[in-house]
């Protein structure tokens, strides 16, 4: 009988996400909770199985592991792109690649995090949580601000930034913004001003990230740009860890420069022993930006129809059409 494995189930909402009967009458399943300590461990673990169903980003699949997994024949992955996956790679293994198309409430879920995320850092919210659970009330808590009247700067002004902006405005912040290709009209239209970089830098109160991980824009926020940064300013990463450098936002959050509320890193899970675990002036969620209830009723039972349709011979929204010629 054919062998599914379905990666990534972090917070065990996979099996009741979707109806897996029809899957599990024809296929052994196996759900995986726990993320893989690294490649030969994901290959000692995956090697048996014919069909991988994974979630996002979270396990890489570079060409080292499909090359190390014999027996794979389908692959789905959720979304429209995983940046970890080379696409020649799973065609020239005879992979087929299979995504999941959503309707865009992923995108909504990871604005509306940032905002919380921006609110939870102005008003110390966990602290203030941990502090009256331990017996404590105001006692030691720092003092927050109010956002009206504040400045808040985005980097990246597509789907996501854009709903951002409308948050801040209805926060009645003042908001800017920038990117690389942003133009002043398009900024304009989503109630944004644009200025460059470092002005956006040293003016805002708070600035968000919205912008797909990419060679250029790999490490985007340097050391010298949180230095431009203003004292006590948040910065909120709901996009990817590598857009920052980490070590240098460590160094900030540490010397109390900056506040950062951060649903991303650059190594997820978030190893245990990771400082900004323990770091002072941090806000963190475990990437729960696009993982809600609706983002789930889309990925989950879309992957089974992938997973059927495969087993049927008419595998469908297929990213590597060319490994079914070669079939």
Not at 230 to 249: C, F, Q
Not at 251 to 262: E, H, N
């Amino acid at each position: 009988m054919t062998k599914v494995a379905v990666l990534d189930d972090w917070q065990g909402i996979a099996r009741r996400s979707a109806d897996w009967s029809r899957l599990e009458a024809r296929a052994e399943v196996e759900f995986f909770a726990d993320a893989f300590a690294d490649e030969d461990s994901a290959a000692a673990r995956l090697a048996r199985f014919e069909i991988v169903l994974s979630m996002r980003e979270r396990t890489p699949l570079p060409p080292t592991l499909i090359a190390r997994l014999p027996k794979l024949r389908m692959l789905g992955i959720t979304g429209g792109r995983v940046r970890s996956l080379d696409l020649d790679a799973c065609t020239a293994h005879g992979v087929v690649v299979c995504n999941t198309v959503g309707t865009g409430g992923g995108e909504f879920a990871t604005a509306e995090l940032a905002l919380g995320l921006l609110v939870a850092a102005a008003r110390a919210i966990p602290a203030a949580d941990a502090a009256i659970r331990a017996g404590r009330f105001q006692e030691g808590l720092p003092i927050g601000f109010t956002l009206a009247g504040k400045t808040l700067g985005l980097i990246g002004l597509g789907r996501l930034g854009s709903r951002m902006a409308r948050y801040g405005r209805a926060l009645d912040m003042e908001v800017i913004a920038w990117s690389q290709n942003l133009t002043a009209a398009t900024a304009a239209e989503a109630g944004a001003a644009l200025v460059d970089k470092a002005e956006l830098l040293a003016r805002a109160d708070a600035v968000s990230l919205h912008l797909v991980l990419s060679e250029r824009t790999e490490g985007i926020i340097g050391a010298a740009d949180i230095a431009r940064m203003k004292p006590g300013a948040i910065l909120i990463n709901t996009s990817r860890g590598p857009l920052v450098d980490e070590s240098a936002l460590l160094d900030a959050v540490q010397a109390g420069r900056i506040v950062a509320a951060l649903d991303v890193f650059d190594r997820e899970p978030l190893p245990p022993d990771h400082p900004l675990r323990t770091a002072p002036n941090t806000v963190l969620t475990p990437h729960l930006g696009y993982g809600v209830a609706e983002t789930w009723a889309q990925f989950y039972p879309q992957s089974v129809e992938n997973a059927l349709a495969f087993l049927d011979g008419h595998p469908m929204r297929v990213l590597n059409p060319k490994v079914l010629q070669r079939a």
